[in-house]
């Protein structure tokens, strides 16, 4: 729990960092995924240690993975809104509401509740018909946010946000999916693939959402989709169990955690930056 917590403090705060880079990055055409808008947003420094944060979150994540339940996890990953909010609230001077104060409570809650009634990782391997799917997963999310600049904003946040939460979901079951990193074995294991793919898409499809849209409803779209999904497969798929007689605690636990990142989701979308670089602060 430990290590989930950490990844979630990295990712909240590079959240932070990537978005206000992103935003100051040049506009580009305008489609669902523009795969340019990496590179011109790799110009940014605040950019460049988001990514860092990024990485040091995804190996605590896998840590955490390798141990605990996908549905602890996955919560603990939707709390990084909290830490968001509160890197806002004490960096970029924005104003969090009594309301908003009392959803990062309300995650904090829902994770200690989580803590207490996570048991171990599932000891189910995972059949070759799921590690085949999560790729097939992965390439659909590649798919939908070609498509997603065609729609109307509002769903194409939408659209964006579902899918960033699909691929980082692939991510996480793809972890467990893996049994043995040596060579040449792990080369044949399609989750090896489903892994690298859905990451990649989900990355590229929440930089889109980052620069043009409503952020608020690809966050919540994201959140949903990161850990609903990877929650029931790890738990019907995998074995993931809770501690004797506390099932109700961790589902209790992980709908308040998750109700209480939905809350958070504008954070998704911290201040942006005016043309001097300085940051105002981020209203409704």
């Known amino acids: 729990m430990i290590c989930a917590f950490g990844s979630a403090v990295c990712y909240g705060t590079a959240s932070v960092l990537q978005a206000i880079a992103a935003r100051a990055a040049e506009p580009g055409t305008g489609s669902g995924v523009d795969p340019a808008l990496l590179i011109r947003a790799l110009r940014q420094w605040r950019y460049i240690v988001g990514l860092a944060l990024d990485g040091l979150g995804f190996v605590l994540q896998i840590i955490a993975l390798r141990s605990l339940p996908i549905y602890a996890v996955g919560a603990a990953l939707a709390a990084s809104l909290a830490v968001t909010a509160v890197v806002a609230a004490r960096l970029l001077d924005v104003r969090l509401s009594g309301i908003e104060w009392g959803a990062v409570a309300v995650v904090c809650a829902g994770l200690a509740m989580l803590g207490l009634a996570s048991g171990e990782e599932g000891d189910r391997p995972g059949s070759d018909a799921l590690r085949w799917s999560m790729l097939g997963v992965a390439v659909a999310v590649l798919l939908a946010g070609a498509v ?74 994201m959140v949903l989709g990161e850990t609903i999904g990877p929650a029931l497969v790890g738990v019907v798929w995998l074995g993931d169990r809770t501690r004797e007689g506390l099932a109700w605690l961790a589902v209790v636990g992980f709908a308040v955690a998750v109700a209480g990142a939905l809350a958070l989701a504008r954070f998704g979308e911290p201040p942006s930056t005016s043309p001097a670089g300085t940051s105002n602060p981020a209203g409704d």
């Open 148 to 221: 997603a600049g065609r729609l109307p904003d509002k769903a194409r946040a939408l659209v964006l946000g579902l899918g960033a939460g699909f691929g980082f979901g692939v991510v996480e079951v793809s972890v467990r999916l893996i049994d043995s990193v040596a060579l040449p074995e792990v080369l044949t294991n399609p989750a090896l693939y489903a892994l690298l793919l859905g990451g990649g898409a989900a990355f590229l499809l929440l930089t889109s959402a980052l620069q043009r849209g409503s952020v608020t409803t690809a966050t919540a779209g």
